[in-house]
């Protein structure tokens, strides 16, 4: 068996997928390097894909699958994958080689003593070359460091530390057990894939390592703030299935509760301010339905997000309502680095 799976979906990635393929393959013969090509029509990318399996046969594997969207890509390297730990890595971004093989290693030993992670989490960097900056988020002030721990000895998450898809690593067999199934033809998934999983995990260890560079700066990137508007009946489709998924409030753990309320909140409030800044009468309409369906399917979730400053403003009308909403939109902005 693989140590690890590595996911990477791509649609016209030509341009750029090298540089991810090629950061997965220093682990050598630990890593599984599953190429998902979610039939790309404007350039070669399957044709990478299958020189790099050609050139890799036992390390890579090029899937090719009608087009399905970000989600599908993801669901079908799960699929495929065979590895112990399950990674997505985004064509657009890459890893730190050396951070990967410090990774793999640790991964490595742990296995050696017989000892499976449900979680594995380490640091991601914003990369926005247009600017020459890049700012990492660490969690150094919230968990344990190197070491296996569970949610009682998690501390709280500041405003700007989210775990997203770029710090994750879970393990497959797990992920397979919570019958994680992304919807296709939907951007913005990843959120449900960093939420939905969280109740199933017990076992966590952390490495404050800068491992995943997430690209910032095309223009038709997903978290772009004019393409995330247009696509905002995507946005709602992610939020709803996030408030569906799970029964946050009978959850035991209470760290684990507050986390998951947590994003929970900020999920609302960017799809509430993308709704906001989109202008038209229609868009509000939306974000008040969105709010209507989350207190009829979840009254006590609802109340818990409601309860918070930003659950709350990004419901108000009027002078307020939009001072509170600027705020908001300020502190996701950050957090999300949408433009």
Not at 18 to 42: F, P, Q, Y
Not at 68 to 77: E, M
Not at 118 to 127: G, K
Not at 239 to 247: E, G, L, P, R
Request: with cysteine; glycine share 6%; aromatic share 10%.
């Amino acid at each position: 068996m693989k140590l690890l799976s590595v996911a990477i979906p791509c649609y016209n990635s030509a341009a750029y997928m090298h540089k991810a393929i090629e950061s997965c393959l220093v682990l050598g013969e630990d890593v599984e390097i599953i190429v998902v090509d979610d039939g790309s029509t404007k350039d070669n990318t399957l044709e990478i894909g299958k020189d790099f399996e050609e050139q890799y046969p036992t390390i890579v594997k090029c899937v090719h699958q009608e087009n399905g969207g970000h989600g599908q890509a993801v669901n079908t390297g799960l699929v495929n994958a065979t590895g112990l730990y399950f990674k997505v890595l985004d064509s657009d971004d890459w890893f730190d080689t050396e951070a990967l093989k410090k990774v793999a290693a640790t991964l490595r030993k742990l296995k050696a003593h017989n000892v499976y992670l449900d979680m594995f989490i380490a640091n991601y960097v914003y990369d926005k070359p247009s600017e020459n900056k890049q700012s990492p988020i660490r969690y150094t002030n919230v968990l344990p460091q190197n070491q296996v721990f569970g949610w009682d000895d998690v501390k709280r998450f500041l405003p700007h530390q989210n775990l997203l898809m770029h710090s994750v690593i879970y393990n497959t067999q797990m992920l397979k057990e919570c019958k994680l199934e992304l919807p296709k033809h939907t951007f913005y998934v990843d959120n449900i894939f960093v939420y939905q999983p969280l109740p199933y995990v017990n076992k966590m260890y952390y490495m404050d390592i800068n491992l995943y560079h997430y690209f910032i700066g095309r223009d038709d990137q997903s978290v772009n703030e004019k393409v995330m508007i247009s696509r905002i009946d995507q946005q709602i489709r992610v939020n709803k299935i996030m408030i569906d998924c799970c029964n946050v409030m009978a959850l035991e753990n209470k760290n684990l509760r507050r986390y998951m309320i947590k994003y929970l909140t900020m999920i609302c409030t960017v799809t509430s301010v993308m709704l906001v800044k989109g202008g038209t009468r229609e868009h509000l309409v939306k974000r008040d339905e969105l709010w209507k369906y989350f207190k009829r399917k979840d009254e006590a979730l609802y109340k818990a997000v409601n309860r918070t400053a930003m659950g709350f403003g990004v419901q108000l009308d009027g002078p307020i309502g939009r001072r509170a909403i600027t705020a908001a939109y300020g502190i996701a902005n950050k957090i999300f680095a949408f433009n």
